[in-house]
């Protein structure tokens, strides 16, 4: 059974990057009639916030992009998280480490090479020398992003990550913490980054703003899918206009576009004119 998730954490609003990422991992979901699940990395204290919780949310309901069940909110979660790295503890895997009466848990990184397959990519192969020890669980008691994932994902029975590529340098880590609980990693995909028109790093400069200022401009949902969908997607024939059902009949992982993609206003604009028309 595929079953795919989107994993924001709540510590902005949802931009146009991240409604990229979700909108894949629906289009994905839906064509394969498996599994879209939802989850809630706010495991960053400082950084998570209730209010950029339910506008994500808000966002995702107002794109058409509903999940499957409720959504896991990691900090529901910790003394799981805990508890499982125990098990790297006493199998030796992992160590502690104190610091004014604090305790951390450490995974040991063994060095090796380790592959990677990435649909896009085809093999990518890590040295894991350069890497140090990946903390598990933090002084405060915390689990760090990679380890939370790495159970999340096993428990949520995850088939496929499908995950910006600002992500590739992560996954070996996790493929390290997986091999090391005795799994087998889910398929990986990292969508080609969203570059501005000039090629300079996405942001507000390009007109990219979060969805929800999107909506509130005016533009329709199902523009904004569509055009999303555009960006590092291979549409069949060219096409350029599609409704959300549309999306979902022709969408395929094999059709992804490796190169970077880029944001256009004037683009956007234009197919929002066709839905309204
Ligand atoms: N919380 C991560 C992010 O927002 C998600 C990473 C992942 O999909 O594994 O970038």
Redesign the pocket.
């Known amino acids: 059974m595929i079953a795919v998730r989107f ?3 709540p510590t902005g609003y949802l931009h146009v990057g991240g409604a990229r990422t979700a909108l894949f991992n629906f289009l994905y979901a839906r064509n394969q009639k498996g599994r879209f699940l939802l989850r809630i ?1 706010d495991t960053d204290r400082e950084r998570s916030r209730p209010e950029f919780e339910k506008e994500i949310l808000d966002s995702l309901t107002w794109l058409g992009l509903a999940w499957d069940g409720e959504p896991i909110r990691q900090s529901e979660r910790i003394s799981f998280y805990q508890k499982e790295a125990e098990r790297l503890l006493s199998d030796g895997k992992a160590y502690e480490e104190t610091k004014e009466g604090k305790r951390a848990i450490l995974f040991r990184v063994p060095k090796r090479e380790i592959k990677l397959y990435d649909s896009l990519r085809g093999e990518v192969v890590f040295n894991t020398e350069i890497f140090e020890d990946i903390v598990l669980i933090k002084s405060d008691g915390f689990p760090t ?1 990679h380890w939370a ?1 790495v159970l999340d994902d096993h428990e949520m029975e995850i088939s496929h ?1 499908i ?1 910006g590529e600002d ?1 590739l340098s992560n996954t070996p880590k996790q493929m390290l913490l997986i091999e090391a609980m005795g799994w087998k990693p889910p398929a990986y995909v990292h969508l080609p980054l969203i570059l501005g028109a000039d090629g300079t790093p996405l942001s507000k400069r390009h007109g990219a703003v979060s969805v929800t200022n999107y909506r509130r401009e005016g533009f329709l949902s199902e523009g904004l899918d569509n055009y999303l969908a555009l960006l590092g997607w291979g549409a069949p024939e060219n096409q350029e206009f599609f409704t959300l059902a549309q999306l979902v009949q022709k969408f395929s992982l094999k059709k992804l576009i490796r190169s970077a993609a880029r944001f256009n206003l004037e683009k956007l604009r234009w197919v929002n004119a066709q839905h309204l028309r």
């Open positions: 994993a924001p954490s990395e992003y994932c990550v995950r992500h």
